[in-house]
């Protein structure tokens, strides 16, 4: 062949090639617009053999050539099994459906991938655990049935929203701005792997995520149970205060971030979860948040998802934690009851004037506190607070005046309140009265009480870290017999009162 028909040929080629990429680019963005209603009917029979749920199409039904090629699905509605409620499974403002090539072949439409924008799951649970150890029912167990599986085809998420309802009852607690994707491993279905991004929130707050967490996994099909699943979890940096909201639906003062990633594998009634978990920036709402002082705690525990059962267990990452956070969440009656643990074996407290700077507290100059802490603390939704704790080998310090130690100091906690029994005060060694207090855990309202019995009030006063009683820090010498307590309210102006006698002064 000559060179100049060899050059004609290959234009040809070129511009045959050319035509068709430009007819394809023409029908790819005609495509939307093209009507396929005619095929709605097979369309709807396709997709409720994929998901294994009857699948109603209320908008329209368009080509969409550029994201598959495939079928574009706009108002969908997925029914929900049979008894779960009135409501469907989910709401789809449009699903991309891609079909498997082969199947036009056999003019039997199937699908190899559904992707669901802006839907609306409903995640729902009829029945609670009995003392008999009945599982509840979820609307979702039955898609893991194998003839299911194997017919399933990948399914993406985006821009959703999970719901999670109890006996037909929507719960406060919801997933925001999730993508999700489901995509088979094995050709039968005994493989999947899934990958979560998504946001926790509640109905009762406004629209807007608390924290986020990122989940990668896969799950396998078990013979006889619900399967083996290994996930890696990963909150992603979070506020400590929207974290106190989603739990209990209010801030409650305390601000910080955390972040971790937790590894979660085994059977669904036999989770194990291992991990950890890093605290910094702890302080209170009108405080900048101080930098450094981050805190690593070691999580672990296991969770039983069918009888709704989670325990776990954090302590700080150093070789002899004194701290251990217990954490037990357990059906209840008609609700769930989560309840926190925290117990101390010689925890130093010499962190704890820094921790109050944070939230706000005005601390003498140089004021710093030694001691040793030991005791527990049970917290359970729907109750109040109780423990009892003891500071052992307490010393006061102050820039400029003698330290203040007291050889032990218990607390009570029960009642909406913490109480300091009355503990004798030393100072230079010699014992200079008795210090009580208490703590309002509702509205933060506090109060000290200080008695003494013939002592040195100037001694007393200087030992006492930036403290200045009205009329009695002038006396230069004196001995007080009586009683001084000052209150914080929640309210109003704080104030000292006194009663006693004051012998020997001078003022």
Not at 475 to 500: C, H, I, K, N, R
Request: overall charge neutral; glycine content about 12%.
């Amino acid at each position: 062949m000559s060179r100049y028909n060899h050059g004609r040929l290959r234009r040809r080629i070129l511009n045959l090639c050319a035509g068709l990429l430009l007819a394809l680019l023409i029908f790819g963005a005609a495509a939307p617009f093209l009507h396929a209603d005619r095929y709605r009917n097979r369309v709807q029979q396709a997709m409720s053999a994929a998901l294994g749920r009857q699948v109603s199409i209320d908008g329209s039904v368009t080509l969409n050539l550029f994201s598959g090629p495939g079928i574009s699905v706009a108002d969908v509605r997925i029914a929900d099994e049979p008894g779960a409620g009135a409501e469907p499974f989910a709401y789809v403002d449009e699903v991309i459906a891609i079909p498997r090539i082969w199947s036009f072949w056999t003019g039997r439409i199937e699908f190899s991938s559904l992707t669901l924008n802006g839907a609306h799951v409903n995640l729902s649970r009829a029945g609670r655990v009995s003392n008999a150890g009945s599982p509840p029912s979820w609307n979702f167990t039955g898609l893991a049935r194998p003839n299911v599986l194997a017919a399933f085809p990948v399914i993406r998420m985006r821009d959703s929203r999970i719901n999670f309802k109890v006996d037909g009852r929507k719960t406060t607690f919801y997933l925001m701005n999730v993508d999700l994707d489901i995509a088979p491993r094995a050709r039968d279905g005994s493989q999947w792997d899934l990958r979560l991004t998504g946001q926790p929130a509640r109905s009762d707050r406004p629209a807007r995520g608390f924290g986020a967490i990122e989940a990668r996994g896969r799950w396998t099909r078990g013979p006889a149970t619900g399967g083996h699943t290994e996930i890696d979890v990963r909150l992603v940096r979070s506020e400590i205060g929207d974290i106190v909201a989603l739990i209990y639906g209010h801030d409650a003062g305390v601000h910080g971030i955390v972040a971790g990633a937790i590894h979660v594998a085994g059977e669904p009634a036999a989770l194990g979860i291992d991990g950890e978990v890093r605290v910094s920036e702890l302080h209170g709402w009108a405080q900048s948040p101080p930098s450094g002082g981050a805190f690593p705690f070691r999580v672990s525990g296991t969770a039983d998802l069918s009888g709704e059962r989670f325990e776990l267990f954090a302590e700080p990452k150093t070789a002899a934690a004194p701290l251990r956070l217990h954490f037990t969440a357990m059906p209840e009656a008609q609700r769930t009851t989560c309840a926190f643990d925290l117990r101390s074996d010689g925890l130093p407290i010499s962190g704890i004037p820094g921790l109050l700077r944070n939230f706000g507290a005005k601390l003498p100059e140089g004021f710093q506190i030694e001691g040793l802490l030991d005791g527990s603390l049970h917290i359970q939704t729907g109750a109040a607070w109780t423990g009892s704790a003891t500071v052992r080998q307490v010393a006061l310090i102050s820039a400029h005046s003698p330290a203040l130690n007291l050889a032990s100091a218990p607390i009570t906690v029960g009642s909406g309140e913490a109480v300091l029994a009355p503990s004798e005060m030393v100072s230079d060694g010699t014992a200079v009265g008795d210090l009580a207090g208490h703590y309002n855990l509702a509205d933060r309202s506090y109060g000290i009480e200080i008695t003494s019995n013939g002592g040195s009030l100037a001694a007393m006063l200087r030992a006492l870290p930036g403290v200045t009683v009205p009329v009695l820090s002038t006396a230069q010498s004196g001995q007080w017999t009586g009683d001084l307590a000052y209150t914080e309210p929640a309210a109003g102006e704080s104030q000292w009162t006194a009663s006693g006698t004051l012998t020997d002064a001078e003022i």
